[in-house]
């Protein structure tokens, strides 16, 4: 009955690769969200998704590109991998952003990234 | 530019006692929500407490409560009777127009 999913836990991978990260939530929340988490614990939000739109999309580069062929998934797409990109990646879902992002986000249990 | 505050990087409490968890946030809004997410070791973030800004009221989940000062604009959380599996990093929270803003983590160690 896992709320919010992410595959894979662990990625490690070539500078210069690409590579995907999924989601999947069976809240049937309207809104998700990918954070990263940097090496002091930080989490920083890069975009937010409500009912396959785009919503937020913070500074990132480029690179990163999240698809969501449907409310229920929102992948991360990273072309071009750079030792910076190193981190924990965390998806997460809530009910309603037009409430004013006030509902609970659940989060996933996190993919660890590690560029070699 | 961060505008929530976890001046403890870390924590230690003997098993059994309290402990108190300080956060303080700035937000130019009248309403708005706040909550208390425990990444244990697994790094699954799980949601501890949440907070609306327009009750006066203390949120309490069974050993965990918050002393909400909304004028001081400070959180703190309580956790009372403290037990081995309350280790873990806590994250304090606010929620400001469309994303929540996350404090930078107190990590909880609990002492046997």
């Known amino acids: 009955d896992t709320a919010v999913s992410q595959t894979p836990k662990y990625l490690v991978t070539q500078m210069g690769n690409d590579k995907s990260i999924k989601c999947e939530q069976n809240l049937g929340h309207d809104t998700m969200y990918w954070y990263k988490q940097d090496s002091k614990k930080f989490l920083k939000i890069m975009f937010s998704?409500?009912?396959?739109?785009?919503?937020i999309n913070e500074t990132v580069p480029n690179r990163f590109s999240p698809k969501s062929p449907d409310k229920a998934h929102l992948n991360l797409h990273i072309n071009s991998l750079e030792l910076g990109d190193s981190a924990v990646y965390f998806c997460a879902s809530s009910q309603d952003l037009s409430s004013g992002g006030t509902d609970t986000q659940y989060f996933g249990p996190g993919t660890r990234l590690t560029v070699l | 530019a961060q505008t929530v505050t976890q001046s403890q990087p870390e924590m230690s409490v003997q098993e059994a006692e309290t402990v108190t968890l300080s956060c303080t946030y700035d937000t130019s809004e009248s309403d708005y929500y706040l909550f208390w997410y425990k990444q244990p070791p697994s790094r699954q973030m799980i949601l501890v407490i949440r907070?609306?800004?327009?009750?006066?009221q203390n949120a309490t989940e069974n050993r965990f409560s918050v002393n909400f000062q909304k004028a001081a604009k400070s959180f703190s959380l309580k956790i009372s009777d403290s037990q081995l599996g309350d280790a873990a990093m806590y994250f304090c929270?606010?929620?400001?127009?469309?994303?929540?803003?996350f404090g930078k983590g107190t990590r909880l160690h609990i002492l046997p």
């Open positions: 998704y409500n009912n396959k739109e785009l919503i």
């Open positions: 907070q609306e800004a327009y009750k006066q």
């Open positions: 929270a606010m929620n400001r127009d469309d994303k929540i803003i």
